[in-house]
């Protein structure tokens, strides 16, 4: 049988690969979108889902095990780069927060109870994969291996990186080749290393990831996220966010919000879907050295939730009528692995630096208040 793949063209899929696609963790994510934001609700390019990347990133980790250093990880590898993403719940880390607040558990845990159903239990044994192995892989805890799928520089980023960026619109060639920038793994003195001489390659992923987390932490993309997670934020405090909600599809998520939720996330969901976006009204960006506030706001989403409440009752408008997104930049990355060659040990140096972002985003109708919000965040800051 053969599958098409946007990346790397026509896949040949033998009966065992073709089960495991039909397994139930495996069907649901061709409807959760490889982009956090909704694809509708974004001016870009429409992104794929989590399946197609996750056959991308498996098909990477077949070409991998084909080197010495690397056959024993055949099947487990392949399997855990299939299946690495079926813990994603719909909007991925959008809802994370909530679904850990909620159910009390984890998209690893989560990730658990898809893998070991009985139809991919099924599923995996009949290909020859080991569960725990594949699971240990999955969520990091089989070191060195793991770094392959959950590391700095993993088979899951050198696929995602180029396949987001080619359908967003921000390129439109291949800015790297992922099959020769996994040539640059090797077991060496003992520990999982990369390859000295492939430095540039892999200075051409790193430029490729600022160029889209650039796009990522633009208007165009934090609007509609700031949105959709005020909407989440309405229907969490109406206890209508149950724990079936995040083993949702994204469609179904949708649907549920612009529905059945209460009245203003309906409003919010449905400026969102028919880009009634809200305008950039203030923002503080930071790089490296943060006060512990901006990392408070940053990293506990109801301290992030509080600016938008204090701005808007400042303001006098209406709540549902400021957004507010606060995070940090997941586009960085430090790569742990060290370079090898010619007898020397080189360690990574980042291109770029790590920054926080917070951004205030206010109901267009209100855009005479514009001008009053940067000073109400940075009083709220400090």
């Known amino acids: 049988m053969q599958y098409l793949d946007p990346l790397y063209g026509q896949l040949e899929i033998d009966e065992r690969e073709w089960q495991l696609f039909q397994t139930q963790a495996l069907t649901r994510i061709r409807d959760i979108s490889l982009s956090a934001v909704p694809p ?38 392949y399997l855990a780069s299939l299946f690495h993403d079926i813990g994603s719940p719909p909007f991925s880390h959008i809802t994370e927060k ?25 599923a995996i044994k009949n290909y020859g994969g080991n569960l725990d192995h594949i699971y240990k892989l999955i969520i990091g805890e ?3 291996w793991s770094d392959l799928i959950n590391g700095s520089i993993d088979l899951d980023n050198i696929d995602n990186s180029l396949r987001w960026g080619l359908a967003t619109g921000i390129f439109n060639h291949k800015f790297y080749e992922p ?3 996994i040539q640059a793994y090797v077991w060496a003195n003992n520990q999982l290393s990369l390859k000295l001489n492939f430095y540039p390659h892999i200075q051409k992923w790193e430029l490729c990831r600022r160029l889209i987390y650039d796009v990522v932490y633009s208007n165009l993309n934090l609007i509609p996220e700031s949105m959709l997670f005020r909407a989440l934020q309405f229907a969490y405090e109406d206890n209508e966010l149950k724990k079936d909600f995040f083993s949702f599809t994204d469609s179904q998520a949708l649907y549920f919000l612009e529905y059945k939720a209460n009245q203003l996330t ?3 969901m449905k400026d969102m879907r028919f880009w009634h976006l809200y305008l950039p009204a203030g923002k503080i960006i930071k790089a490296d050295t943060i006060s512990e506030t901006v990392k408070t706001f940053c990293t506990v989403w109801q301290e992030r939730q509080k600016i938008a409440d204090i701005i808007a009752h400042s303001l006098g408008v209406k709540k549902e ?10 586009g960085f990355k430090k ?9 020397e040990i080189v360690e990574h140096q980042p291109l770029q630096k790590l920054f ?27």
């Open 321 to 330: 009528e400021v957004t507010v997104y606060a995070g940090k930049d997941r």
């Open 40 to 77: 509708v609700a974004t001016a870009s390019g429409m992104v794929g889902s989590r399946f197609e990347h996750s056959v991308g990133v498996a098909y990477l980790a077949k070409i991998l095990t084909m080197q010495n250093d690397f056959k024993h990880l055949a099947a487990d590898l």
């Open 98 to 122: 909530f679904m850990e607040e909620i159910t009390g558990e984890s998209h690893e845990v989560f990730a658990s109870q898809m893998l070991y159903a009985e139809d991919s239990q099924k």
């Open 179 to 181: 099959e020769d920038i």
């Open 266 to 268: 309906r409003k919010l």
């Open 142 to 144: 089989t070191k060195p």
């Open 335 to 343: 790569i742990h692995l060290p370079f090898i060659g010619d007898g």
């Open 356 to 382: 926080w972002r917070i951004k205030v985003f206010l109901h267009p109708k209100h855009k005479d208040k514009v001008p009053a919000v940067q000073e109400l965040l940075e009083s709220i800051v400090g």
